[in-house]
């Protein structure tokens, strides 16, 4: 099992362009969701999922729109990037029926937009 | 709003200290608190606890809960400078897997 895949591993973007964060998971987990870190914030909630077709928001939602189609992909898009979103992204996954609640993470994409 | 709160924010200690990171939360509907361990990458998971089970150990690392106090402690006995890292509390309250992150605490350990 790959566990948590995401892409790119670092992106840079200008002021206004917009793009998607890429994130995949192969362990047939219901719940999917995305976090920003930024230096002594620890880990925001942005948007999550709870299976296919079916998204909320968390946190810090404003500028980001997810969408899950499929168990497997939950895909972040940023539609016009401003410096404020300049941080490191995780995806993570679990599966509600798990006894830990415990999350996977994926390895982050650091994000810096000028 | 369902808030954690961590203390302190980051510390330094010399190998072979005993640390105790502290972790308070104010929540809804607690379900469970997890401990995850970062280190310049994805989080790790280290420890879960709830009501049916407040005390964890594993090696130098052990964890408990206090449901009255509405906080949790993780001690690492022994510290080595492997053991720097972030560490993040984290609280789950709903019937899914959403969870509440504390702002972490950044421990450095110095040889």
């Known amino acids: 099992n790959a566990g948590v895949t995401q892409t790119p591993k670092f992106q840079v973007l200008k002021t206004g362009q917009s793009m998607t964060l890429q994130c995949a998971q192969d362990?047939?987990?219901?719940?999917m969701s995305w976090y920003r870190q930024d230096p002594g914030m620890g880990l925001r909630l942005i948007h999550y999922s709870v299976g296919a077709g079916i998204t909320d928001q968390g946190e810090v939602p404003n500028g980001y729109n997810v969408s899950r189609s499929t168990t497997e992909d939950f895909p972040l898009r940023l539609l016009s990037a401003a410096p404020s979103q300049t941080s490191v992204y995780f995806c993570?996954?679990?599966?509600?029926?798990?006894?830990?609640?415990?999350?996977?993470f994926g390895p982050g994409t650091r994000l810096t937009v000028t | 709003e369902d808030k954690v709160v961590q203390s302190p924010l980051s510390l330094v200690v010399h190998e072979g200290d005993t640390v105790t990171l502290n972790c308070s939360y104010e929540v809804t509907n607690f379900r469970s608190l997890l401990w995850y361990k970062q280190e310049k990458k994805a989080p790790t998971f280290l420890f879960m606890l709830?009501?049916?089970?407040i005390e964890k150990k594993s090696g130098r690392l052990s964890s408990i809960l206090d449901k009255k106090e509405l906080s949790s402690i993780l001690n690492i006995t022994a510290t080595q400078t492997g053991d720097s890292a972030i560490y993040l509390c984290a609280v789950n309250t709903g019937a899914n897997s959403k969870l509440t992150f504390g702002k972490g605490i950044t421990l450095s350990v110095r040889p």
């Open positions: 993570a996954s679990s599966s509600p029926g798990s006894t830990t609640y415990e999350q996977y």
């Open positions: 362990m047939n987990h219901e719940y």
């Open positions: 709830t009501s049916s089970g």
